[in-house]
T-cell receptor, first 114, second 113 residues
Framework: NAGVTQTPKFQVLKTGQSMTLQCAQD?????MYWYRQDPGMGLRLIYY???????DKGEVPNGYNVSRLNKREFSLRLESAAPSQTSVYFC?????????????FGEGSWLTVV | GDSVTQMEGPVTLSEEAFLTINCTYT??????LFWYVQYPGEGLQLLLK?????DKGSNKGFEATYRKETTSFHLEKGSVQVSDSAVYFC????????????FGTGTRLKVLA
């Protein structure tokens, strides 16, 4: 009963390094999301994917790229990390057939850029 | 654009006290409304939801009523426990069907024994 799985859970990067956050869901959901969580800012949407092969920018997409590899996986890439990208990143997915439109979150990835 | 405003935290209560966390929203049409809870070191979990005006969502003793006239979705619990200590997020899904959820800034609750 894994739900939404994110890796890595913790990562420290140097400014300018690149990395990819991986996310996979086993609930057969069509929609997937990447959010970042910062103190006093709540959760802000980085990118959204309504289905395999489609992606859409959210509120704070600058500095990030995403890839919807297949229905299960949605990765987030930082090409050249900056200290401003220090944050907690959450992947989420949505059950499209659910009239209540609930989204389900992974446990988060703590990223520090020094 | 659509937005969610939550009361500032942190909120500190004694065990068995009454809890209210205020949430108001700005949105066109009839958004779906949610409360999510985040325990330390974990992701967000759905606490309750309401999809139309006057609906009441409830779970684990928590309740919230979708009030269209006041654009509010306040979270309440009659008697909090230490285990309720967490961060609570109010959220909405826009009526427009974009499925881009909007979250409030979160309210930290600390319950003392």
């Amino acid at each position: 009963n894994a739900g939404v799985t994110q890796t890595p859970k913790f990562q420290v990067l140097k400014t300018g390094q690149s990395m990819t956050l991986q996310c996979a869901q086993d609930m057969n959901h069509n929609s997937m999301y990447w959010y970042r969580q910062d103190p006093g800012m709540g959760l802000r949407l980085i990118y959204y994917s309504a289905s395999e092969g489609t992606t859409d920018k959210g509120e704070v997409p600058n500095g990030y790229n995403v890839s919807r590899l297949n229905k299960r996986e949605f990765s987030l890439r930082l090409e050249s990390a900056a200290p401003s990208q220090t944050s907690v990143y959450f992947c989420a997915s949505r059950r499209d057939s659910d009239s209540g439109n609930t989204i389900y979150f992974g446990e988060g990835s703590w990223l520090t850029v020094v | 654009g659509d937005s969610v405003t939550q009361m500032e935290g942190p909120v500190t209560l004694s065990e068995e006290a009454f809890l209210t966390i205020n949430c108001t929203y700005t949105a066109t049409g009839y958004p779906s409304l949610f409360w999510y809870v985040q325990y330390p070191g974990e992701g967000l979990q759905l606490l309750l939801k309401a999809t139309k005006a006057d609906d009441k969502g409830s779970n684990k003793g928590f309740e919230a009523t979708y009030r269209k006239e006041t654009t509010s979705f306040h979270l309440e619990k009659g008697s909090v426990q230490v285990s309720d200590s967490a961060v609570y997020f109010c959220a909405l899904m826009p009526y427009s069907g974009t499925y881009k959820y909007i979250f409030g800034t979160g309210t930290r609750l600390k319950v003392l024994a």
